[in-house]
């Protein structure tokens, strides 16, 4: 059974950092890759980051670039989002699924953590 565990939101004051973590479960981790994305109230979850499987190559949508890091350790099962300089722009729900720019495990979201930006 496919699981995706998201943690690390929190609420931060703007300029500061948090870092996300996706623990992976129920599929071969290491041969997906894997994309965060984030989702607000009354908008449709859109792309963040992502990462291949082997962590070679990395996509990122052009309001993060320069702010966000996404990673994975594929002997832990799990990928990371490290997200510097935020904004309170940045506010949303963050999910991760498996899958280079597109999700593949529609079914399996998991409940997404809550990033809040504001002083």
């Known amino acids: 059974q496919v699981q995706l565990v998201e943690s690390g939101g929190d609420l931060v004051q703007p300029g500061g950092s948090l870092r996300l973590s996706c623990a992976a479960s129920g599929f071969t981790f290491r041969t997906y890759g894997m994309s965060w994305y984030r989702q607000t109230p009354g908008k449709e979850r859109e792309l963040v980051a992502a990462?291949?499987?082997?962590?070679?190559?990395?996509n990122y949508v052009d309001s993060v670039k320069g702010r966000f890091t996404i990673s994975r350790d594929n002997t832990k099962n799990t990928v990371y989002l490290q997200m510097n300089s935020l904004k309170p722009e940045d506010t949303a729900v963050y999910y991760c699924?498996?899958?280079?720019?597109?999700?593949?495990?529609?079914?399996?979201w998991g409940q997404g953590t809550q990033v809040t930006v504001a002083s």
């Open positions: 699924n498996a899958g280079y720019n597109s999700p593949l495990m529609t079914d399996n």
């Open positions: 990462i291949s499987s082997a962590g070679r190559n990395t």
